[in-house]
């Protein structure tokens, strides 16, 4: 997804950029395996199974003419993820050889916040977001997304059939984010039509625009929050001790907004998808056997949302796992290879006893770069599919899981569309409805989601 660039400080390359890496590896003996385009995204699984046979690491391209070392291997993955010393994620030197126009630049570009920073820089742009999201009570997170669930529920359950990804699974991460950050309900539009623009452009045009309109959003919501403050993540984020620049707070909101909600969406159309296409999943969730949870971890171990990222770069040229690697060389975690090296249980298939697959996954990444919100987004993403599944109660595909069409791209793994039938739902149908629910679709002025006012002191939370 592209996200915005905020206000830029001057890139300053860090000391490992003298060796610039290579931008394909050029060994005769190497074939280059693309992870983009109509092939990869429709089994990407195959290919995985054929970068194995390189060992450890694979040689790889994730656009036209930038290429990659991705790591195939669980436990290579986890010495990588847990070793700040040897691997380095400030992608400046990287950067300044790649074309600036490169479709990858805006997931791995040098930005001033927590994703591609080091040491004590990392440390302070991650204890921003850590603790601005403790302040946020479980219960009243699952409320804003019941919320939100339910309204946009209500907006196509008359209906009988549903785009479920365009509909539904795209929107839910970004209104619950809106009220999050702090502004009223009536912002969510603008902000559904910028973040679910840029995830769906198809023209350089199109993503222009709607990075654009996430840009303004951004400015607006800095704006609003500086005027006056309240209970909300922005304004914690200004109020937290570490105190962010103003291209530090940019960065920060922009990289907690975009990161959050594509790999959100992407949880709740894939386990929705596994869900509607397998009875055992259905079938049970609806008589008391296995719950969203655990569809949704059988997704993340199965389907990680995010398939291959947290780009490391060796402060030095180091032999890693049977290959060497120069200085500042481009490598890759593949969480979706790592995490089904010993095998996967495809949609229908029989999981192990338990419902979830079993099995240690790394959808969420590991080490100090893990994902630092896990909680809250798999809170969103049950919710979102309890709701549901609740309201409708007999929904399922209108095409079979081997026909849905996924997303092109290296480094996630979600559906263009997830069509949907079910009994239609009517606002005056006797009994309670998504439009009767209560608070299903009043509309809220601000989040309220605080434990303590933005002015109390930072520390431990108590309790």
Known sequence: MTAPRPPRTPVRAPDHSAAAPLPVPTSPDHEVVALYGPDFAADPYSVYDRLREYGPLAPVEIAPGIGAMLV?????????????????????????????DSPVLPMMGWRPNALVNDGEAHRRYRQVITESFSLIAPHEL??????????????????????LMAEYASKVPVLVFNRLFGLPDSYSDRLVTALCGMLDATTPEEAVAANEAFSAYIGELIEAKREKRGADLASWFMDHP??????????????????????????????????????????????GGLTPRDALHD????????????PHFPTRDIFFHGTWLRAGQLVLVSYAAASTQHGRTAPGESAAAGGSGGGAHLAWAAGPHACPVQNPALLIA??????????????????????????????????????AGFTPITPDQAGVT????????????????????????WGPRPG
């Not at 847990?82 to 030197?93: L, N």
């Not at 709701?387 to 263009?416: K, N, Y």
């Open 142 to 163: 699952r409320e804003h997304t019941r919320q939100v669930a339910e309204e946009l529920i209500s907006r196509f359950s008359s209906r009988g059939e549903a785009d």
């Open 382 to 419: 049950t919710t979102a599919i309890e709701r549901l599944t609740a309201w409708l109660s007999d929904i399922q595909l209108t095409v079979p899981h081997d026909e849905l069409v996924w997303r092109h791209g290296p480094f996630h793994r979600g559906l263009v569309e997830l069509p």
């Open 72 to 100: 195939t291997d669980y436990r290579a993955a986890l010495e990588l993820l847990h070793d700040p010393e040897t691997w380095s994620k400030d992608s400046r030197a990287w950067q300044a050889t790649v074309p600036p």
């Open 299 to 310: 997704v993340l171990r199965n389907d990680s949302p995010m398939s291959n990222l947290s």
């Open 434 to 457: 998504p439009w009767s629910s209560p608070s299903s679709s009043t509309p809220r002025d601000a989040t309220s989601t605080a434990r303590r006012s933005a002015s109390a002191s």
């Open 242 to 287: 570490a105190g962010l620049s103003p291209d530090e707070l940019a960065s920060e909101i922009v990289v907690t907004m975009a990161a959050g909600h594509n790999p959100t969406t992407h949880l709740i159309g894939n386990a929705l998808a596994r869900m509607l296409s397998d009875d055992r999943y259905y079938s049970t969730l609806s008589s």
